[in-house]
């Protein structure tokens, strides 16, 4: 523990920079307040003519708004009538997914040995779409976080719709309101690990399916490569929150408040108390009701004013969605707490202290296959920071990623939020259709960090997509992300001794109180009672006070008298919404502010006083070495430089002659593809991992020792019939016309011609600028 006069310097300056963090964060909010106000103002225009218009006209002009108001009022109650109708008939009915495809269940995992309530469904095509059975299958596993499943798939443009078009079969993992009797998170990972196989079997001829996981669903995808590294093909996690510590801090606006709910809150306690009031079973609505905080404005006005200012047109957009925003799935305890405590809190996912059904630690260095990471710097539930981080705490390095022969790639949104990520129809056709059409491109990629690069391009009278892609140093993304250098997150090392400490506490002086006086039926009123399902069957034909509510709508579409938006008081009306959306976003601003501050302020201390030196006694087993030859790894690939055969030569002439450029392009991944394919009998046979294996290996070699790499090729092939056949597939790809369509520079074609020398003999030894070494950037 730290001396008392360094313990209090230390809280002194963690004060003075919280109070000047705060400072700013108000003065931007009230900035951002300002301006929205202004510029609503200025574009309410001039209404000084309703001042100076007869007496006539302006009860004209009052009147007709007056009965428009009226008449949008009505049909507003009646769209909150229906939503609570549609409410009660999907509780009734179960729940069922909202998919927007028709469907057959292949798998009901509450079959299973150890029951689940998750089951496999296979997308059945719409008419006109035709599926090659061969191609690779699409598994898409949807987030458990209080809604129901179905988002991937909820209209035509979506994760479901573009993978159907582009011709692949899909499957999708969806999961019912109530959890099984004593099920665990563990046992659902076993279950989707069964799913994955019974796929496998229904497209024996096809590649291993891609699995595609929605927020809750990246970890969930992730955890089932970990641990069945064998059976999977790429992983896609879309707003995964993998690192739930991460987030940015002191960049100017606070915009990750969710990473500071768990501190707050004490921990992991209130969702145990909250499983035990609920019977055994968390209410999922406790999380919907977490997600719509974040929110005020459009919580509390924006998405209702919207429906009441285009009364006309805008419930059946509404209605939609609402038919999975009131969809509400329970938890056991079991789950909750293990999801509270191994991720939320306790962050352990990617520390590998998270052991499986089988007992071993899920380590995602396991993961043989490329991670696609897809996150938005919009996204304030899971900002880019928790999607990337895990990459960092799990390689350190980039030169590790490639020692594994991993292929991981980030692609970056610039605006849009969480669930646009999953729903947005702009996004499912431009992001979502682009992994899809280039994930067996991404897998020809050499290990390495990318960074995937879309680009609209007009053509043809229409926009076209060009992908490309950029290798990226993992030292260089996470410094970018982390202005701080993460030092904030050690604050949350102090919330997770502080939430065992509670849990503990809970578990020894309440928890047998509450689950003693707790019932089936007193936990389902309690569930009836919660407000946001209140607020949904309070208003529907359950309330014999608005019986009047459907024959007056009627009365109203049939006689409606609606004034343009560009009437005066209908822009009054839209500039005093504003206000109003702006005040409660002023609001949040203040509140987020003030508790990040509380937070910094409790646990920056709790961290300074206690947990200092734990701290920087583990950072220092973790730190690297400052010369990246002394990494584990790098010296285990050069003392291999002599070793291999055949396929390690291959492997290190393509390292060797990789172009230093800053983009990829895509049609250049594609053709290499094609060439490859036509010299198929004079490449190695290898498996895919076993490809990116031996390539990530030799890409060390090449980048510490490009010189000892090249006068050590012969040694890999001392076998002349293996050096005969080298050369012949380098002669071959020379005189091959294509190959000056991949562009080679001047300095790639002069490393070509020596190591045709190297290997025939006839080299003068001596060393082109060309094969300097590489600083690994490219």
């Given at each position: 523990m730290?001396?008392?006069a360094e313990?209090?310097?230390t809280?002194r ?15 931007v909010?009230q900035q951002k ?7 609503t103002?200025?574009?309410?225009g ?14 004209q ?10 008449q ?11 939503r609570?109708?549609?409410?009660r008939?999907r509780?009734?009915?179960?729940l ?6 028709e469907?057959?269940t292949v798998m009901?995992?509450r ?6 309530n998750?089951a496999?469904l ?7 779409v ?7 299958p ?7 976080a209080g809604?129901g499943?179905?988002?991937g798939?909820?209209?035509d ?5 573009v ?8 499957y ?6 109530d959890?099984e009797?004593?099920q665990?998170?563990l046992?659902v990972c ?5 799913f ?9 001829d096809?590649?291993?399916p891609a699995?595609?996981?929605n927020c809750?669903g990246?970890?969930?995808a ?5 641990a ?6 790429p992983?896609v996690?879309?707003?995964?929150p993998m690192?739930y510590w ?7 606006e ?10 707050m809150?004490?921990?992991?306690w209130?969702?145990s ?6 019977a055994?079973?968390f209410?999922?609505a406790?999380?919907?009701?977490n ?6 404005a459009n919580?509390f006005?924006?998405k ?10 805008e ?5 939609d969605?609402?038919r999975?925003?009131?969809g509400?799935y329970?938890?056991n ?11 939320f809190v306790?962050?352990r996912?990617w520390?590998?202290?998270?052991r499986?059904k089988q ?5 995602l260095?396991?993961i043989k296959t490329?991670i ?6 919009g996204?304030?539930?899971t900002?880019?920071?928790?999607a ?10 980039t030169?590790?990623i ?9 692609l970056?949104?610039k ?7 999953f ?11 682009q992994?899809?059409s280039v ?8 290990p ?9 391009v007009?053509?043809?009278g ?5 992908v490309?892609f950029?290798?990226?140093r ?5 410094a ?5 250098k993460r ?6 090392e102090?919330v997770?001794?502080?939430s065992?400490f509670?849990?503990r506490?809970?578990?020894l002086f309440?928890q047998?109180?509450i689950?003693?006086?707790?019932d ?11 407000p946001l399902r209140?607020?949904?069957?309070a208003?529907s034909?359950l309330?014999?006070?608005?019986w ?12 409606r ?7 005066p008081?209908?822009?009054a009306?839209k500039?005093y919404?504003?206000?109003?959306s702006?005040?409660l976003?002023f609001?949040?601003d ?10 910094f302020?409790?646990?920056g201390?709790?961290f ?5 030196e ?5 950072a220092?087993?973790r730190q690297?070495?400052?010369?990246p030859r002394?990494?584990?790894?790098v010296?285990?690939?050069?003392a291999?430089i002599r070793?291999?055969?055949?396929p390690?030569a291959?492997?290190?002439i393509?390292?060797?002659l990789t ?7 895509l049609?250049r ?23 990116r ?5 030799q ?9 000892l790499a090249?006068q050590?090729?012969?040694?890999l ?9 080298l050369?012949?597939?380098l002669a ?14 001047r300095?790639?074609?002069q ?5 045709r020398?190297i ?13 300097a ?6």
């Amino acid at each position: 523990m730290k001396k008392p006069a360094e313990t209090l310097s230390t809280s002194r300056d963690i004060a003075m920079k919280i109070a000047g963090v705060f400072t700013h964060r108000y003065d931007v909010a009230q900035q951002k307040y300002r301006d929205r106000v202004q510029k609503t103002v200025t574009g309410l225009g001039d209404l000084s003519a309703l001042a100076t218009t007869t007496p006539w006209q302006a009860w004209q002009t009052w009147g007709s708004y007056a009965v428009d108001a009226v008449q949008r009022s009505i049909l507003f109650w009646d769209t909150l009538r229906q939503r609570g109708n549609v409410f009660r008939e999907r509780e009734r009915a179960g729940l069922p997914p909202v998919l927007h495809f028709e469907y057959e269940t292949v798998m009901d995992g509450r079959t299973l040995d150890r029951p689940v309530n998750y089951a496999l469904l296979r997308i059945i095509p719409p008419q006109g779409v035709l599926v090659d059975a061969s191609r690779r299958p699409y598994l898409i596993i949807d987030p458990r976080a209080g809604h129901g499943p179905g988002i991937g798939g909820f209209k035509d443009d979506s994760q479901v719709g573009v993978a159907l078009r582009a011709g692949h079969p899909v499957y999708f993992v969806i999961f019912f309101p109530d959890p099984e009797p004593g099920q665990t998170l563990l046992d659902v990972c076993e279950a989707e690990a069964a799913f994955v196989r019974r796929v496998r079997e229904l497209h024996p001829d096809s590649l291993k399916p891609a699995i595609v996981g929605n927020c809750q669903g990246g970890w969930a995808a992730m955890m089932l490569a970990a641990a069945n590294p064998e059976d999977t093909g790429p992983i896609v996690i879309n707003g995964s929150p993998m690192s739930y510590w991460g987030g940015a801090w002191q960049d100017g606006e606070g915009d990750n408040p969710m990473r500071y709910a768990g501190g707050m809150l004490g921990g992991t306690w209130l969702a145990s108390l909250a499983a035990d009031l609920g019977a055994g079973k968390f209410d999922g609505a406790w999380l919907v009701q977490n997600f719509e905080s974040l929110n005020l404005a459009n919580t509390f006005w924006d998405k209702y004013y919207h429906v009441y200012a285009n009364a006309d047109t805008e419930p059946p957009r509404f209605l939609d969605f609402e038919r999975w925003w009131g969809g509400f799935y329970l938890m056991n305890r079991e789950e909750i707490e293990w999801i509270t405590s191994n991720l939320f809190v306790g962050n352990r996912l990617w520390s590998g202290a998270v052991r499986s059904k089988q007992n071993e630690f899920f380590d995602l260095r396991a993961i043989k296959t490329p991670i696609i990471l897809f996150a938005s710097m919009g996204d304030n539930i899971t900002p880019p920071q928790q999607a990337f981080n895990w990459v960092a705490d799990v390689y350190g390095s980039t030169d590790e990623i490639k020692a594994r022969g991993q292929v991981i790639v980030g692609l970056l949104h610039k605006d849009i939020g969480h669930l646009g990520i999953f729903v947005s129809g702009r996004v499912a056709k431009k992001e979502h259709a682009q992994i899809v059409s280039v994930l067996k491109t991404i897998e020809l990629l050499p290990p390495g960090l990318y960074g995937m690069k879309i680009e609209e391009v007009k053509r043809n009278g229409g926009v076209e997509y060009e992908v490309g892609f950029e290798e990226k140093r993992l030292e260089e993304i996470t410094a970018r992300l982390n202005p701080t250098k993460r030092g904030d997150e050690r604050a949350f090392e102090a919330v997770s001794a502080i939430s065992d400490f509670n849990q503990r506490a809970y578990e020894l002086f309440l928890q047998p109180l509450i689950q003693a006086t707790m019932d089936n039926s007193t936990a389902e009123l309690m569930r009836t009672l919660h407000p946001l399902r209140v607020q949904r069957w309070a208003v529907s034909d359950l309330n014999p006070w608005l019986w009047w509510l459907t024959p007056a709508a009627a009365a109203v579409k049939a006689q409606r008298q609606a004034v343009g938006k560009e009437q005066p008081l209908r822009r009054a009306e839209k500039a005093y919404s504003e206000v109003i959306s702006a005040s409660l976003d002023f609001c949040r601003d203040l509140r987020d502010a003030l508790s990040e501050a509380a937070f910094f302020q409790t646990y920056g201390n709790l961290f300074n006083v206690y947990l200092t030196e734990r701290h920087e006694r583990q950072a220092q087993a973790r730190q690297l070495p400052a010369d990246p030859r002394e990494l584990p790894f790098v010296k285990q690939a050069l003392a291999a430089i002599r070793e291999g055969g055949y396929p390690e030569a291959i492997a290190r002439i393509g390292a060797l002659l990789t172009p230093g450029e800053d983009r990829i392009p895509l049609a250049r991944i594609e053709l290499k593809a094609e060439m490859a394919a036509d010299y198929e009998s004079l490449l190695p046979a290898l498996s895919a991992e076993e490809r990116r294996r031996i390539r990530g290996e030799q890409e060390i070699i090449a980048e510490f020792e490009p010189e000892l790499a090249l006068q050590t090729l012969p040694a890999l092939v001392s076998d002349p019939a293996d050096r005969a056949r080298l050369l012949t597939f380098l002669a071959q790809i020379v005189a091959d016309k294509r190959f000056m369509r991949v562009q080679p520079t001047r300095e790639q074609l002069q490393t070509l011609d020596r190591i045709r020398e190297i290997l025939t003999g006839t080299g003068t030894g001596s060393r082109p600028d060309a094969t300097a070494r590489r600083t690994g950037t490219q």
